[in-house]
């Protein structure tokens, strides 16, 4: 477009008087003719047509563009076009994003708040921002929120509002919005009564809730979320909240099968923090009820905290380690959770984990990925490793300093060897790409 428009502009200034230019045949100005007007048709294009290109632009490409013509400005105000709006509230001048101007948020809600189905706060660290999306929130009296999403960019300044004030915006969404489907809440006053008026409201749409770092959220809420809403595929939820009776509630032959539960395993206070057990016999109920469930953990613990985990099977299928884990542990993960299908560790207090990367790989088949960084590995074990998975490793993210060398490999011999068995091109990592 842009080419086509250089041309047009260095042939009117061909013609200009200034310069005499050789006598043009009938064909060339007919060539002429037809680029001016598709240039100037670009006002008359279709409304769908104009609305599928403002979806690609930016909120300010897209007002930019609206004053360019009265029909693009109409395309402007189409529903369709304020289905999915983010409100970025900031109070501080060195934020790295925006915050989105207020007349257009008076505008949206006197225009659009009807249209919008997918909603999502990004607030910055100052009290002052999350009360002004509670602010708004209050006012979704007229919405139908399919999708609703509170985001803490860094400090979780929602903590900040009075929880009344926080609860009873949030009640205006939960009550008028008839159709949530999902709803992603973190670091936030939420509590378990404003999640049974969510139940009484939605219970029929409820598809997927996300919540975590939600203090005054029991395992009592959670658990009247699971007995009535039917249509649950995804949760994730702080370990704190997890229990014997969710997990049984969640196995009930009234309840649709869950398809994903993520679990956050976060210590705040290293050796403080007693962590209790789930029984095998809750997780065996889950996976009978629901076979096909991705259950994803995430550990952000000190050595002494793991001292509950994986004596017992574990049905997890995805594991993340954002801090160090002992050779203990992960002996134990290679022991006692037969459904791992992904393994991620970020640091293991510089032991090697030769035997017990081996171990994984030669008891579990559905293994597919692995990331290691801040880890200690012989050349020798990870050429075994991958030897015993084969093919089907589809992602192998190791840091280069990882690797240690032996009597058998050095780093520059073990491309090849790992090549080989992946059927694929492979190179470690200089940095960590999970």
Same mark, same amino acid.
């Given at each position: 477009?842009?080419?086509? +428009?250089? +041309?047009?502009?260095?042939?009117?200034?061909?013609?200009?008087?200034? /310069?005499?230019?050789?006598?043009?045949?009938?064909?060339? *100005?007919?060539?002429?003719?037809?680029?001016?007007?598709? =240039? =100037?048709?670009?006002?008359? =294009?279709?409304?769908?047509?104009?609305?599928?290109?403002?979806?690609?632009?930016?909120?300010?490409?897209?007002?930019?563009?609206?004053?360019?013509?009265?029909?693009?400005?109409?395309?402007?105000?189409? #529903?369709?076009?304020?289905?999915?709006?983010?409100?970025?509230?900031?109070?501080?001048?060195?934020?790295?994003? &925006?915050?989105?101007?207020?007349?257009?948020?008076?505008?949206?809600?006197?225009?659009?708040?009807?249209?919008?189905?997918?909603?999502?706060? &990004?607030?910055?660290?100052?009290?002052?921002?999350?009360?002004?999306?509670?602010d708004i929130l209050s006012q979704l009296v007229n919405c139908s929120i399919q999708t609703l999403g509170l985001i803490s960019t860094t400090k979780p300044s929602f903590m900040n509002v009075s929880k009344s004030h926080f609860v009873s915006a949030l009640t205006v969404v939960f009550v008028n919005s008839k159709s949530l489907s999902s709803i992603k809440i973190e670091d936030t006053p939420v509590d378990d009564p404003s999640l049974k008026i969510l139940v009484a409201n939605n219970s029929d749409t409820l598809r997927l809730l996300k919540m975590s770092s939600c203090p005054h959220v029991s395992s009592d809420g959670i658990l009247c979320v699971a007995d009535h809403c039917q249509g649950l595929k995804e949760l994730a939820l702080d370990y704190y909240i997890l229990s014997d009776e969710l997990l049984l509630a969640l196995s009930s032959e009234t309840h649709v099968n869950l398809e994903?539960?993520?679990?956050?395993?976060?210590?705040?206070?290293?050796?403080?923090?007693?962590?209790?057990?789930?029984?095998?016999?809750?997780?065996?109920?889950?996976?009978?009820? +629901?076979?096909?469930?991705?259950?994803?953990?995430?550990?952000? %613990?000190?050595?002494?905290?793991?001292?509950?985990?994986?004596?017992?099977?574990? #049905? /997890?299928?995805?594991?993340? @380690?954002?801090?160090?884990?002992? &050779?203990?542990? /992960?002996?134990?993960?290679?022991?006692?959770? #037969?459904?791992?299908?992904?393994?991620?560790?970020?640091?293991?207090? %510089?032991?090697?984990?030769?035997?017990?990367?081996?171990?994984?790989?030669?008891?579990? &088949?559905?293994?597919?990925?692995?990331?290691?960084?801040? *880890?200690?590995?012989?050349?020798?074990?990870?050429?075994?490793?991958?030897?015993? *998975?084969?093919?089907?490793?589809?992602?192998?993210?190791?840091?280069?300093?990882? %690797?240690?060398?032996?009597?058998?490999?050095? =780093?520059?011999?073990?491309?090849?060897?790992? *090549?080989?068995?992946?059927?694929?091109?492979? @190179?470690?990592?200089?940095? #960590?790409?999970?």
């Amino acid at each position: 477009m842009k080419r086509n +428009s250089l +041309s047009v502009v260095n042939k009117i200034a061909q013609f200009s008087p200034a /310069v005499k230019q050789p006598k043009l045949g009938f064909y060339s *100005c007919l060539n002429q003719a037809h680029m001016y007007t598709v =240039l =100037l048709d670009w006002g008359n =294009l279709p409304h769908h047509v104009v609305l599928c290109i403002f979806q690609y632009l930016s909120l300010i490409d897209r007002a930019q563009a609206s004053s360019v013509c009265r029909r693009w400005n109409e395309v402007f105000h189409i #529903p369709d076009l304020w289905r999915k709006f983010e409100f970025e509230l900031n109070q501080s001048a060195t934020s790295y994003f &925006k915050s989105t101007h207020p007349d257009l948020i008076q505008q949206i809600l006197k225009k659009h708040a009807a249209h919008l189905h997918y909603v999502s706060f &990004k607030v910055d660290s100052s009290t002052e921002s999350a009360e002004a999306a509670c602010d708004i929130l209050s006012q979704l009296v007229n919405c139908s929120i399919q999708t609703l999403g509170l985001i803490s960019t860094t400090k979780p300044s929602f903590m900040n509002v009075s929880k009344s004030h926080f609860v009873s915006a949030l009640t205006v969404v939960f009550v008028n919005s008839k159709s949530l489907s999902s709803i992603k809440i973190e670091d936030t006053p939420v509590d378990d009564p404003s999640l049974k008026i969510l139940v009484a409201n939605n219970s029929d749409t409820l598809r997927l809730l996300k919540m975590s770092s939600c203090p005054h959220v029991s395992s009592d809420g959670i658990l009247c979320v699971a007995d009535h809403c039917q249509g649950l595929k995804e949760l994730a939820l702080d370990y704190y909240i997890l229990s014997d009776e969710l997990l049984l509630a969640l196995s009930s032959e009234t309840h649709v099968n869950l398809e994903h539960l993520r679990i956050d395993v976060v210590g705040e206070n290293p050796g403080q923090v007693q962590f209790h057990s789930i029984k095998k016999q809750s997780w065996d109920a889950l996976t009978k009820h +629901s076979p096909g469930v991705t259950v994803v953990m995430y550990f952000f %613990l000190y050595e002494e905290e793991f001292e509950t985990f994986f004596k017992e099977e574990t #049905p /997890v299928t995805h594991l993340y @380690f954002g801090r160090a884990v002992s &050779k203990a542990v /992960v002996g134990r993960i290679g022991l006692n959770c #037969p459904r791992l299908i992904e393994l991620v560790v970020c640091a293991d207090g %510089l032991q090697p984990l030769d035997n017990e990367l081996i171990c994984i790989a030669e008891h579990y &088949k559905n293994l597919t990925a692995l990331g290691l960084s801040e *880890c200690e590995v012989s050349c020798s074990a990870l050429i075994e490793f991958v030897r015993l *998975c084969g093919r089907r490793l589809t992602q192998l993210s190791i840091m280069e300093e990882v %690797l240690i060398p032996d009597d058998n490999y050095n =780093l520059d011999e073990i491309h090849t060897e790992v *090549c080989k068995y992946l059927g694929r091109i492979w @190179f470690p990592d200089v940095m #960590p790409v999970w």
